[in-house]
Antibody, heavy 118, light 108 residues
Framework: QVQLVESGGGLVKPGGSLRLSCAAS????????MSWIRQAPGKGLEWVSY????????YYADSVKGRFTISRDNAKNSLYLQMNSLRAEDTAVYYC???????????WGQGTLVTVSS | EIVLTQSPGTLSLSPGERATLSCRAS???????LAWYQQKPGQAPRLLIY???SRATGIPDRFSGSGSGTDFTLTISRLEPEDFAVYYC?????????FGQGTKVEIK
């Protein structure tokens, strides 16, 4: 069955960097669109970034543009999120999500917690 | 950016009752681009409905979605104990995805 497993979260100081990974299995990764979505503690869902199946099309939310970089390695069935210049407001659980259609999020990982604090 | 407003914020109902959740968009949304998710405490969201009215794989038929334009509805015909959760609507438009703020369905 479809499985998405995020890793790389943790505690980082403001201005620091972190790289999240998402390992995919149970489906043909290279056929699927992938996204990162986050959820601040006790808050709602916020889309962060999207990458097309080939990696040729990438979008970011305004709140992370210029600081975060999404990428994928179809040979390794993996999705990444490089997060630089982290701020306290980036504190959240980060979910990776896959979908055969770009417009919604079909499968979700369990999430990884990123805490930005001094 | 299209803003989605969900109402009510909290819905207090008993098992067996009907739940009607609303999602209103700040401008027209293509029905093909409207989805609903369920999230239980400590869990990732789960896709329930896509294309405004199509149930995702494995979703019971007590869940149904409807609507068009700026007004969309998620209906749970008869609440089961496992349905008490937070529900989010989501739309896609102009290379951006947005979620509503959520409706919590709690046990009365």
């Amino acid at each position: 069955q479809v499985q998405l497993v995020e890793s790389g979260g943790g505690l980082v100081k403001p201005g620091g960097s972190l790289r999240l990974s998402c390992a995919a299995s149970g489906f043909t990764f290279s056929d699927y669109y992938m996204s990162w979505i986050r959820q601040a503690p006790g808050k709602g869902l916020e889309w962060v970034s999207y990458i097309s199946s080939s990696g040729s099309t990438i979008y970011y939310a305004d709140s992370v543009k210029g600081r975060f970089t999404i990428s994928r390695d179809n040979a390794k069935n993996s999705l990444y999120l490089q997060m630089n210049s982290l701020r306290a407001e980036d504190t959240a659980v980060y979910y990776c999500a896959s979908s055969i259609a770009a417009v919604y999020f079909q499968h979700w990982g369990q999430g990884t917690l990123v805490t930005v604090s001094s | 950016e299209i803003v989605l407003t969900q109402s009510p914020g909290t819905l207090s109902l008993s098992p067996g009752e009907r739940a009607t959740l609303s999602c209103r968009a700040s401008q027209s949304v293509s029905s093909s681009y409207l989805a609903w998710y369920q999230q239980k405490p400590g869990q990732a969201p789960r896709l329930l409905i896509y294309g405004a009215s199509s149930r995702a794989t494995g979703i019971p038929d007590r869940f149904s979605g409807s609507g068009s334009g700026t007004d969309f509805t998620l209906t749970i015909s008869r609440l089961e104990p496992e349905d008490f959760a937070v529900y989010y609507c989501q739309q896609y438009g102009s290379s951006s995805w947005t979620f509503g703020q959520g409706t919590k369905v709690e046990i009365k």
